[in-house]
């Protein structure tokens, strides 16, 4: 199996190819490229030709983290001049705007305060729910 074969699957981004995967020193870096062609504004959905292609650039996503190292997803992206202004095209794995994928956002809000750096500070009730703000 093929790097980027095993790592579209691992990581299932939808509406995405793998076109290369880089082991570097902040860890392991996988670029794709959308498969859509079909412009669409981010802000406010308009689709059709009448979007017309301003630039493009360079995004990048903090991604779960594989094993100790993190994981970074970038793409280049259709910067569109829409009617609402000029906005960068929407993936599906993130919010415009935002700097991680939406699996990392759930995957933070699951785990709560309660596995920070210093979960294990606190007295155990704490960390069992049993606090004194629970009684």
Known sequence: ???STAFKRLLRLSGA???DVEFGAEGVIVTVRLRRRRRVCSQCGQTGRQL??????LKRWRHLDL???R???ECELRLLRCTCGVRMEPVAWARPGAHHTR???G???LAGPAD????DLRPAADRLGHGRADR
């Open 1 to 3: 199996m093929r790097v």
């Open 71 to 73: 994981c970074v997803i």
């Open 116 to 119: 920070g750096p210093n979960a």
């Open 52 to 57: 017309e292609i301003h630039d493009r650039r």
């Open 17 to 19: 190819s793998v076109v």
């Open 107 to 109: 995957r933070r809000r």
């Open 67 to 69: 094993g100790a190292g």
């Open 103 to 105: 699996r990392l956002r």
